[in-house]
């Protein structure tokens, strides 16, 4: 992989709702705003070639790539690594519910009912993007979801993640070369393995 392209799915039912979906096998299709900004992002994606696409398990990251590669004979792949995060008792219940838990708990606490902590989900991202960066293709689009794109994000920019992570945009394209992504990787990687909030983080 030389350039890895992410972007979140388009806005979902639940999305709309303010309501949390973790769970895969919950059925949440796309809006119809969701539709058309997914058809946005293949107009933005139109002079790029891409090689590979990669979604998650989840039907809105799927059908926003469908919608985004339209036409195009591009080879998928699921990485279920990089699947959005298991909340246990907070599925189906609303985003802002969760949100005030989160703030209040430390990246290791896992929520009732099951589900994962943040550092878990932090570790799982960092698998799912060095199966990306195996890759042999040379340009790869990643549609994943808001909280992996973010984490990985402020990986990037030399941050760690905080008790509060700012949406990413609805299919909305990322770029990140081979050596950026591979700084990031490393950067979540070391976060998980000791996971702490700063006092600074958003």
Request: hydrophobic share 40%; proline share 8%.
């Amino acid at each position: 992989m030389e350039t890895a392209i992410l972007a979140r799915h388009g806005e979902s039912e639940f999305s709309l709702r303010g309501a949390m979906n973790g769970d895969p096998g919950v059925a949440c299709p796309l809006t119809d705003e969701g539709v058309i900004q997914a058809r946005r992002l293949a107009e933005t994606l139109r002079d790029t070639a891409i090689d590979l696409c990669v979604t998650t398990e989840f039907a809105r990251a799927r059908e926003t790539a469908d919608l985004a590669l339209a036409g195009l004979d591009v080879p998928r792949l699921v990485v279920p690594e990089l699947n959005d995060i298991r909340v246990g008792d907070f599925e189906g219940g609303p985003l802002e519910a969760y949100r005030a838990w989160a703030r209040e708990r430390s990246p290791v606490d896992v929520p009732p009912g099951g589900g994962e902590s943040r550092a878990q989900a932090a570790e799982r991202y960092a698998r799912g993007f060095r199966l990306v960066l195996e890759r042999p293709e040379v340009t790869v689009l990643v549609v994943a979801h808001s909280l992996p794109i973010r984490y990985l994000l402020l990986a990037a920019g030399g941050s760690t993640p905080g008790p509060y992570a700012p949406a990413v945009e609805y299919a909305t394209p990322h770029p990140m070369g081979r050596e950026e992504l591979e700084r990031a990787v490393g950067g979540l990687e070391r976060w998980a393995r000791t996971p702490a909030w700063v006092e600074d983080a958003p």
